[in-house]
């Protein structure tokens, strides 16, 4: 009983805590939607702009195109010399990066609030005036080949989510990763690239947040300046293929010669971000792995020390999901043995409610989490941006809290039922290569 009343404390101090945030949104006239969150209390500032294009928007012979862009628009532009975006960014004390996955591009830059001007002026100029010739093409070729030797290919382990992808996904776009095959990037022309920018890099396919210390009224004078004038792109439909349930188990392997000690990896295939199920996951997630004390590590790793690494991944996408299970054995324990063991776990979920102190204590990760996300301007304005683009609903940064408070024990134990069952699962064996022969 006393536990219960500190997890309600908790609650309710994360609950005071936490502000609500406040923001207005518009469009341009050329159907840029802009949102604006104004907090003076600290002279920093974030812009950025969200476009609407992933991995899943590419051609299956031209993969890897969105991540690509990533490194192509910051190439230059026709106001911006090759290789001097970084360093105006550095000199007027600013950071900034990118990001891509499967459903957007994101970039971003954080700077001291004198320089908001500076910062949509970079970014109309990424959207407007961006170089796109073969000699940025071929740079930046380079460039994307070195990641993936660096970040897939020679990275221990780097090629799992490619292997659980093309196992789990037949139709959908989403079997592709991310980072794309070169031998597709190689055999684009620079016509692709330019038609690829042209189709995807427009305002009404984007997202401007100007989130920190600014006055409303220069600032939506400024965007209209810097972005009025940038021409309204075609609009983009989108249909693709559906995956038929899966209700066999799957099984495969995987080989990689970068690592010595074998993996199981276990996969489901789940709904979209829109889906309220995908968040009951990500609290199924927490409650299985995140952390020593959760259910898989403290009977896998502490226990019976079968496994000496063990986690899941909640893949939270538009259109599908996945929720990867992984874990690294001890000693001789085989694989079979793990796969085991988590089913165990996964099976309780499905036939007894969890404990009201592990409901507490997952109610109070979510609270903190919920928290933590809306810390910093550059938090808060990625929010802002995804939550409007990809879940057509800005005022989630304030009320998706609301939604991880109402699930309930029961509603987890249903979700379990639903989607993590043994015939709905692939079971990835992820070995060393010399294995191959065996």
Known sequence: MKSLLVSAMCLSIFAGISQEVAFEEYDLDNDLHVILHQDNTAPLISISVLYHVGSKD?????????????????????N???????????????????????DRTYYYEVFPSNNLELGLWLESERMLHPVINQKGVDTQNEVVKEEKRLRVDNSPYGKFIENIKKNLFQNHPYKETVIGKMADLDAATLDEFIAFKKKFYSPNNA?????????????????????????KGAEITRNFPKEEPITTEINAKAYDSNIQIPASMIAYRTPGLR?????????????????????????????????????????????YGM?????????????????????EEVEK?????????????????????????NSSVEGIANSLAEYYMLYGDTSLINKEIEVYRSITREEIQEVAQKYLKPNQRLVLEYLPEQNTAN
């Open 58 to 78: 590419e051609d299956s012979q031209r993969t890897g195109f969105a991540h690509f862009f990533e490194h192509l628009l910051f190439e230059g532009t026709e």
């Open 80 to 102: 911006i010399k090759k290789g001097e975006w970084d360093k105006i960014v550095s000199s007027n004390g600013g950071s900034g990066n990118a990001t891509t996955d499967e």
């Open 207 to 231: 997202v401007l947040v100007i989130a920190g210390d600014f006055e409303k009224d220069n600032a939506k004078k400024l965007i209209s300046d810097y972005f009025k004038d940038i021409p």
């Open 275 to 319: 889906n309220r199920d995908s968040q009951v996951l990500e609290m199924i997630s927490t409650y299985l792995s995140d952390g020593p004390s959760s259910k898989l590590y403290k009977k896998m790793v502490d226990d019976e020390k079968q496994a000496l690494q063990i986690g899941a991944i909640p893949v939270t996408l538009e259109d």
């Open 323 to 343: 929720y990867i299970i992984f874990a690294l054995p001890v000693g001789e324990t085989g694989l079979n043995t793990l796969n085991n063991s988590i089913e």
């Open 349 to 373: 979920l499905r036939t007894d409610l969890i404990s009201e102190n592990d409901y507490q204590k997952l109610q109070n990760k979510f609270e903190n989490q919920f928290v933590n996300s």
